[in-house]
């Protein structure tokens, strides 16, 4: 058995928005984990897991409820060390018998918190090595339910405020359970707390990349068998990477089908057939699908709407050359793990759908195709060091992310072809204007969206009455959150001109300065 299956941690999610941090910041400390669902961990899970440490994340509910998400009793037996967060610390001490109170707004000794709140020291406690050497420390809370009492062989370690429990530890058993969140980037010192508990839970940490890889080949080769794939190319990283991962598995068993959907940037079409047919020999199936999908778009404003259509044909089209494909048992996509917990709810609620990614949510019952998703543990920036590890050329890896529904979520309310056909060009204009002034690999993703309005301008002697447009990019590391690029006014004002020169139909250019959260990086 590799080191990979062997040393590996559970985190149980009890539907925390921000669970997947936590399996992020353990793979940057080169520990193997798996995201689960608190409802699938059952004992039979955790005798084949075989989890070297657990963690339980936060989540929306209150133990309170008699009918709170718990997990098994059986995993307070197991003898591994556990490290409960938020919602994960109050379970674990409710469930080992101490008290937890209902959150109130106020008030002193033990009320809700939400935001930074300071640390002080009040025992010494080898999960918290290299804290409070200069006093007390920031950290993150966000709860309103809190520790009253403490289950027996708990001792308390470090308070804030208004949470006296804020890091307990029966220290003999290695259980540890805090009320902050160390996951995020505003507990600055979240990443020693990860570093002491793998530690202590006796990990190697020489997990890497290579690893996976490794593991991944394996994995897709016992899933497939001598079942044959087809796998959606995007043009993108994410599904570039997952078919020469896959190709690399299994070979000729794939088929990859690119599907110009007609709602592809300049060029892309041909990039793509270039690099996986003439570059990696790869089976290639390249349909020109333009007329089916901007006929049933044209005139559909709801972005739902757009992205269910989208999601709907290209299985269609999926299922018809899958059809023609003997064996095809498996549909491949390169969905990555925040397109998953952003549009699923998968421990029953507390994780909202933000919007529909058409690669998410399985694929109807009568298609007869199973899903393979290699990818759907990663992050992006994961997925491009596995690109890297692959051999995959730089252009490839270097890709700003496009979505699966293309350009037809960048048409805020009604989609016509004579829009895509604008936006298009503006779009490929903006994408030189970056390459020119070395700004591509700075930038996370820019696009051109078009604006469901015209304007009145002025150009020559006549009157126009045009589109206006928006330039968006921006800054991020996981696509989780963003931060607008600043540009400077020479930058914006030169690429504003040439738009307007080069292409007809807009004549107004602006620039979008939000970030996200609260606005979402493309507009639909
Ligand atoms: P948002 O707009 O949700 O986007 O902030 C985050 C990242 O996800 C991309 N995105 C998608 N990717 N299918 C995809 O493959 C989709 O349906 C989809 N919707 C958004 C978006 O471009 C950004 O990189």
């Known amino acids: ?5 062997r040393e590996r941690l559970l985190i149980i999610d009890f539907g925390s928005q921000v669970t997947q941090l936590i399996a992020r910041r353990l793979r940057e400390l080169r520990v193997y984990c798996e995201i689960h669902p608190y409802q699938n961990v059952t004992d039979t899970f955790l005798a084949s897991f075989k989890p070297q440490a657990v963690i339980f994340s936060g989540g929306p509910n209150t133990v309170t ?77 966000s709860h309103g339910d809190h520790v009253a009492e403490l289950a027996p062989g708990f001792d308390v370690f470090a308070a804030s405020k208004n949470a006296p429990f804020a890091v307990v530890a029966n220290t003999n058993r290695k259980f540890f359970a805090i009320q902050f969140h160390p996951e995020v980037y505003h507990t600055p010192k979240g990443k020693e707390l990860f570093t002491n508990f793998i530690r202590i839970s006796g990990f190697s940490q020489t997990w890497s990349m290579d690893n996976f890889h490794t593991k991944a080949l394996d994995h897709i080769r016992e899933q497939v068998g001598k079942k044959k794939v087809i796998c959606g190319l995007s043009g993108g ?12 598995a299994i070979g000729d068993q794939l088929t990859c089908i690119f599907v110009d959907h007609g709602l592809l940037r300049a060029n892309e079409a041909r990039d793509v057939v270039e690099m996986f047919r003439d570059h990696y020999n790869i089976p290639l199936i390249h349909t020109d699908e333009s ?66 990614h058409h690669n998410v949510g399985g694929l109807p019952k009568e298609m007869g195709l199973r899903l393979l998703e290699p990818l759907r ?13 692959l051999g995959l050329p730089k252009p490839f890896i270097a890709r700003h992310p496009f979505p699966g529904p293309g350009l037809a979520i960048r048409v805020p309310g009604k989609i016509t072809r004579t829009k895509i056909e604008i936006l298009r060009a503006a779009d490929a204009i903006f994408i030189d204007q970056i390459t020119k002034y070395d700004l591509y690999d700075k930038i996370w993703q820019a696009f051109v969206v078009i604006l469901p309005v015209r304007t009145v301008g002025v150009m020559g002697d006549g009157r126009t009455y045009d589109f206006a447009c928006s330039l968006r990019a921006v800054t991020s590391v996981d696509g989780m959150t963003a931060d607008y690029f600043p540009f400077t006014h020479e930058f914006l004002s030169e690429t504003s001109t040439r738009i307007i020169n080069e292409v007809q ?7 979008d300065i939000t970030s996200k959260p609260p606005s979402t990086i493309e507009w639909e």
Not at 292 to 314: A, V, Y
Not at 377 to 389: A, I, P
């Open 1 to 5: 058995m590799t080191e990979y299956t």
């Open 65 to 141: 409820n008699p009918s709170h998400p718990r997990p098994p009793k059986e995993i307070y037996e197991i003898n591994v060390p556990i490290l409960g967060i938020c919602y994960g610390q109050q379970v674990m001490i409710q469930d080992l018998g101490g008290k937890i109170d209902g959150g109130k707004i106020s008030g002193g000794g033990g009320t809700a918190e939400f935001g930074r709140a300071l640390l002080q020291q009040r025992g010494d406690l080898d999960l918290l090595a290299g804290w409070f050497d200069e006093g007390p420390e920031q950290v993150w809370m």
């Open 237 to 248: 990283v994410d599904s570039s990477v997952a078919a020469v991962l896959i190709h690399k």
């Open 291 to 356: 007329e089916l999908f901007l006929s049933t778009l044209e005139n559909q404003s709801d972005p739902e709407t757009k992205r269910k259509i989208i999601g709907r044909l290209f299985v269609d089209v999926f299922q018809r050359y899958a059809s023609e494909i003997p064996d095809a048992a498996f549909l491949a996509q390169g969905t990555l793990y925040p397109d998953i917990i952003e549009s699923i709810s998968h421990s029953g609620g507390p994780s909202e759908t933000i919007k529909s």
């Open 377 to 389: 543990e990663l992050f992006k920036d994961e997925v491009r060091e596995l690109g890297r590890e």
């Open 505 to 511: 139909g807009i004549n107004r250019v602006t620039y």
